[in-house]
């Protein structure tokens, strides 16, 4: 049986001038993390001023998947522009509190 819809990829790179924007949908868990960091580490190889993480469409998200937030501010720490979080009122503020904590 073939799926209605494709599922859509964890994280979705895109660039806009000299930043590279890594969107999040749906679930940040432990796999979509790791996949945040990956993205993040291959988006320096293109180096970019900054770095964003949009988190304005995310759902819902566990512990495991906010600490991933925190290694990417690792990552991203020696860019020109740093690393910056877009976030709006629900679970992406939500996520971003939580990783801060």
Do not use: K, N
């Amino acid at each position: 049986m073939m799926p209605v819809a494709a599922q859509r990829a964890p994280v979705t790179v895109r660039t806009a001038g000299a930043a590279v924007i890594l969107e999040l949908s749906d679930l940040l868990d432990a796999s979509t993390g790791e996949a945040l960091v990956s993205a993040a580490q291959a988006a320096l190889t293109t180096d970019p001023e900054r770095v964003d993480i949009d988190l304005r469409a995310l759902q819902s998200w566990t512990q495991e998947g906010v600490a991933s937030l925190v290694a990417c501010r690792a990552v991203c720490g020696d860019l020109p522009d740093g690393l910056h979080y877009r976030t709006g009122r629900g679970p992406g503020r939500a996520a971003l509190l939580a990783a801060y904590a």
